[in-house]
């Protein structure tokens, strides 16, 4: 046992001389490794005097962890003076936070609005049937829209969705009214981009049906939105127009945020910005997902997000929220 004694002495001697921390790492392989020679001491019991046996055991398992535990506190030492010094006199670095995208902070407050009046929030797939994009919703076979000079397709019968109105379809079919949803969500059409179209932007579609609703009701709501995001002297107004999955339709405006009404290259001289177009739910659409249009009526309306941030945050080109110029996203 003296003998094992100095053998103890002379390994943790052997690693509190370690150099380096590489040199700390190749005591730790010399003793502890598989092959290292304190392993190799249990492989000795066997030799050993039966009445010393446990006490040699003991012995050889504490070995190990002693020089297990010295190892690591003479690399944590290494590590330590590895370390750069912190120079106190350097001024603190600045801490780069992330932003929300200017359309994301208008769909938040979106859903808010509209949250607060009742609707939920329902999505659906971006590559869509004709049936859903044009057949439920009461859009004849010959209608311009359906042409691959407005769509784009995938393959036969399958395309990009040009509007999120298929959500709505998706929604009666599952359940009975009433419904009160809106649809956010992105939309793609065969567009020439200019300051105030692209191929790819942001709708958001919004249905109510229940039984005695009226276009009363339609105005009041949007009429409600609109102040509610642009304050209580928004101007709005609504144009005769026509949809095929609405009568009466209408086309929604709100004066233009540049000229202030009288006339520029953004309004197209007209001082207003077109921003969506609503109407009563056509009775056909109703039949399409099995809802009785005698009992049932609803409105249905849909608003572009990227005019709505135009018209919030004074932007003059709708290109800017996806050119991902750092200068324009960081002022929001």
């Known amino acids: 046992m003296e003998d094992f004694t100095q053998i103890r002495e002379g390994i943790l001697r052997d690693i509190r001389s370690s150099v380096s921390l590489e040199d700390a790492e190749d005591k730790r392989i010399k003793y502890l490794s598989k092959k290292g020679e304190i392993t190799l001491l249990f492989g000795q019991i066997k030799t050993i005097a039966p009445d010393k046996k446990r006490e040699f055991g003991q012995f050889v398992n504490s070995l190990r962890d002693e020089a297990l535990d010295l190892i690591n506190e003479v690399k944590a030492g290494f590590s330590d003076k590895n370390k750069e010094p912190i120079d106190t006199t350097l001024p603190g670095r600045k801490f780069y936070r992330g932003r929300y995208h200017p359309l994301n902070l208008i769909k938040d407050e979106l859903k808010t609005i509209f949250g607060q009046m009742g609707f939920s929030v329902a999505t659906g797939p971006e590559v869509e049937t004709e049936y859903y994009i044009f057949d439920a919703l009461n859009m004849p076979s010959w209608h311009p829209a359906r042409k691959t000079t407005d769509s784009l397709y995938v393959d036969k019968g399958r395309l990009l969705r040009t509007e999120t109105s298929s959500v709505q379809i998706r929604t009666m079919e ?80 709100v004066s233009c945020f540049k000229c202030g009404g009288a006339g520029c290259s953004l309004c197209k001289s007209s001082g207003w910005l077109e921003l969506g177009g609503c109407g009563m739910v056509h009775p056909k659409v109703l039949e399409n997902v099995g809802v009785d249009s005698e009992e049932f009526t609803g409105f249905a309306f849909g608003l572009g997000i990227e005019r709505l941030a135009m018209l919030k945050y004074g932007v003059n080109d709708i290109r800017d929220f996806t050119e991902n110029d750092l200068r324009f996203l960081e002022q929001f």
């Open 174 to 253: 599952k359940g009975k009214p009433p419904f009160r949803i809106i649809s956010p969500g992105r939309v793609y059409r065969n567009e020439k981009e200019n300051a105030t179209h692209t191929a790819m932007f942001t709708q958001c579609e919004g249905l109510y049906i229940n039984r005695g609703v009226s276009f009363a009701e339609l105005k009041g709501t949007l009429k409600e939105f609109f102040k509610a995001l642009y304050g209580k002297n928004t101007q709005v107004r609504f144009r005769p127009h026509f949809f095929p999955f609405t009568e009466p339709s209408a086309e929604v405006d």
